[in-house]
């Protein structure tokens, strides 16, 4: 009796365990696919500092916002974070931008940032 009963506990905590297993995989899953795309945050910053260099008017919300969710569709955060990194530190005047502004793979980087803020802005405004 109590061997079948160590049988059934063991069968269970099995089970248990196999199921958790089976959620953790999922929700882990979920993180990932959320985080590719860029958070409101970033969103907000890009919509800020697009409506400053269009006449930081109201009538340019909707545009910059449209622009920032054109580029969410097609770059994953982590290039749009490299390609935020290296448009703003290519700013920098001097030996210190050298790396970023000379490099190949800042150059592809920068050029196709720059491709696609042109396709967002033929898109939203």
């Given at each position: 009796?109590?061997k079948s009963?160590?049988?059934?506990?063991?069968i269970?905590l099995?089970i248990?365990f196999?199921?958790?297993e089976?959620k953790?995989e999922?929700s882990t899953?979920?993180l990932?696919d959320?985080?590719e795309s860029?958070?409101?945050?970033?969103?907000?910053?890009?919509?800020?500092?697009c409506?400053?260099g269009?006449e930081?008017s109201?009538?340019?919300?909707a545009k910059?916002?449209?622009s920032?969710?054109?580029?969410d569709q097609?770059m994953?955060?982590?290039?749009?974070?490299?390609a935020?990194t290296?448009?703003?530190?290519?700013q920098i005047?001097?030996?210190?931008?050298?790396?970023?502004?000379n490099?190949p793979?800042a150059?592809e980087?920068?050029?196709?940032?720059q491709n696609?803020?042109?396709?967002?802005?033929?898109?939203c405004?």
């Amino acid at each position: 009796m109590i061997k079948s009963l160590y049988k059934y506990l063991i069968i269970f905590l099995f089970i248990s365990f196999v199921s958790c297993e089976e959620k953790k995989e999922e929700s882990t899953s979920q993180l990932e696919d959320s985080s590719e795309s860029i958070p409101t945050v970033e969103k907000v910053e890009y919509v800020f500092a697009c409506m400053q260099g269009n006449e930081d008017s109201q009538a340019y919300i909707a545009k910059c916002s449209c622009s920032i969710d054109y580029i969410d569709q097609l770059m994953s955060y982590e290039d749009y974070v490299k390609a935020e990194t290296i448009m703003s530190l290519r700013q920098i005047y001097g030996e210190k931008s050298v790396m970023f502004r000379n490099t190949p793979n800042a150059i592809e980087i920068y050029n196709n940032m720059q491709n696609l803020l042109a396709e967002a802005e033929m898109e939203c405004f």
